[in-house]
């Protein structure tokens, strides 16, 4: 089938909560290196998809494969996965007793092994990247929010991801420190970086998105690539979500 070749491949997926259907029959298929943008109302099911393919929610059909692995009963397969997917969410989601160097270093040494040296190296070296090595002693409440999106984006990094995740990475941010976290966003996509992005940050979309994924009620309602998306959507749906986030 010629959509194993994605990274991400999602099929027919469907997932309900006490008989809501918040994910109908998605199909989504990423390849190595795309930059995907999935936007929609409130309530589409964007979380609950992003959330799937990293297996914080369980799809009750279809299927999704990460990385030629399958997401099924067996827990090693989800551990797999995790180890490939960065995952960035909207509540940056630090461990608040922990400095920032810890935060980072966690994982790694957990999950990978790293030995406590390399896992500060690697951690230094992602700090770097979001432009706050400075921080690195710091505890996430002595952050300002941008900062703090920053590091959970190194913290994902540390950990030599296949794909990042954001689900709404700049929506809990002042307006003031928007554009620092979606400039490191720009940066990763620029170096490669595979990224399934839930946003409404047009903008962003509009610069580093290969595709643009409109979801509506639990639906991939349209698929497109950005310059066709914002200048003519095709479905009515898209149409008025667009008037209401431009
Ligand atoms: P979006 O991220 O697009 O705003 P979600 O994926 O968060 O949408 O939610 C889709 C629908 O599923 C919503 O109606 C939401 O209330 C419902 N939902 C999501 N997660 C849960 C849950 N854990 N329990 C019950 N309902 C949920
Ligand atoms: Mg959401």
Redesign the pocket.
């Known amino acids: 089938m010629s959509g194993e070749t994605g990274i991400v491949l999602v099929e027919r997926v469907s997932k309900s909560?006490?008989g809501?259907r918040?994910l109908d029959e998605v199909s989504l298929a990423v390849r190595p290196g795309e930059r995907v943008v999935i936007c929609?109302?409130?309530?589409?099911?964007?979380?609950?998809?992003i959330r799937c393919i990293n297996r914080l929610e369980r799809h009750d059909s279809g299927r999704i494969v990460v990385d030629g692995v399958e997401l099924g009963k067996d827990p090693r397969a989800i551990r797999a996965v995790r180890r490939e997917v960065g995952m960035v969410f909207q509540q940056f989601n630090l461990f608040p007793h922990l400095t920032v160097l810890e935060n980072l270093t966690l994982a790694p040494r957990r999950a990978r092994g790293l030995p406590a040296a390399e896992a500060r190296a690697t951690a230094m070296h992602y700090l770097e990247r979001v432009h706050i090595p400075e921080q690195a002693g710091k505890y996430p409440r002595q952050l300002s929010g941008g900062q703090q999106q920053r590091v959970a984006i190194a913290r994902a990094l540390c950990m030599k991801p296949k794909v990042m995740l954001f689900d709404e990475p700049t929506s809990a941010l002042d307006p003031e420190m928007i554009k620092e976290v979606l400039d490191v966003m720009v940066e990763l996509a620029m170096e490669g970086m595979t990224m399934l992005v839930?946003t409404h940050e047009m903008g962003f979309a509009q610069r580093v998105a290969d595709r643009v994924v409109f979801?509506d009620q639990?639906q991939v309602e349209e698929t497109a690539a950005p310059a066709q998306f914002f200048a003519e959507p095709a479905s009515e749906r898209a149409r008025l979500f667009l008037g209401r986030v431009l």
């Open positions: 909560f006490d809501f918040a929609g109302p409130s309530g589409s099911g964007k979380s609950t998809l839930v979801m639990g």
